[in-house]
């Protein structure tokens, strides 16, 4: 069966530093890969998306995230975090031959410090 | 403007009793679904939709039920039977082209 993984429960960095978020996966088959971030007692905002091609891809707020396929990690980037980036990140996989149907990470809280 | 509402925001229940949570969407989407979160655990599917009249279970439908008479609605019923019922809910929508899925703001649900 298919699963995600985001290692890091917690993650605390100080406002202007860089942010990374990992997220690994185990799927057969090609997967489309989300990112989402939800604030608290609220609903997931999708960040970015991959399905194919360029393995960078760029999303809102100033996030981006790189898919490896050899590694089945699709991390979360972002260059200088704000202190309105702490929330809590969900990465999503879905794969070809699945419908719509995705499967969560457990997610990342993300705590800034000014 | 187009979205998905869930109503309410906040409901209360006594042990014993059914509930129904309300989703409703005006995004023309063909798929929906139901999640249930808990702190720690992500979200996990429970029912899910692709076209009116049909809908599948997901990983944990146990204790649930849901209707898919319109496009636009999805509702989801907690019964008396799921066994630890309290938890934040969020209904997602997708296109039918699309593989991303769109939230609403969440029901959180609390039985005593």
């Known amino acids: 069966a298919q699963s995600v993984t985001q290692p890091d429960i917690h993650i605390t960095v100080s406002e202007g530093a860089s942010l990374e978020l990992r997220c690994n996966y185990s799927?057969?088959?090609?997967?489309?890969l989300f990112w989402y971030v939800q604030s608290p007692g609220q609903g997931l905002q999708l960040l970015l998306k991959?399905?194919?091609?360029?393995?960078l891809v760029q999303g809102i707020k100033g996030f981006e995230a790189e898919f490896k396929r050899s590694q089945s990690s699709f991390n979360l980037r972002k260059p200088s975090v704000h202190w309105s980036d702490a929330a809590e990140y969900f990465c999503?996989?879905?794969?070809?031959?699945?419908?719509?149907?995705?499967?969560f990470g457990t997610g990342t809280q993300l705590k800034v410090e000014l | 403007d187009g979205g998905i509402t869930q109503s309410p925001k906040y409901l209360f229940r006594k042990e014993g009793q059914n509930v129904t949570l309300s989703c409703e969407q005006n995004?023309?989407?063909?798929?929906m679904y139901w999640y249930r979160q808990d702190p720690g655990q992500g979200l996990r599917l429970i029912y899910y939709?692709?076209?009116?009249?049909?809908?599948q279970k997901g990983d944990i439908a146990e204790g649930y039920s849901v209707s898919r008479e319109k496009k636009e609605s999805f509702p989801l019923t907690v019964t008396s039977a799921q066994k630890n019922p309290t938890a934040f809910y969020l209904c997602?929508?997708?296109?039918?082209?699309?593989?991303?899925?769109?939230f609403g703001p969440g029901t959180r649900l609390t039985v005593t």
């Open positions: 991959y399905f194919s091609g360029d393995t």
């Open positions: 997602a929508s997708s296109p039918k082209t699309g593989r991303e899925q769109y």
């Open positions: 939709s692709q076209i009116v009249n049909d809908f």
């Open positions: 995004l023309n989407h063909d798929a």
């Open positions: 799927y057969g088959a090609t997967p489309y």
């Open positions: 999503a996989v879905g794969f070809r031959g699945g419908g719509n149907k995705l499967t």
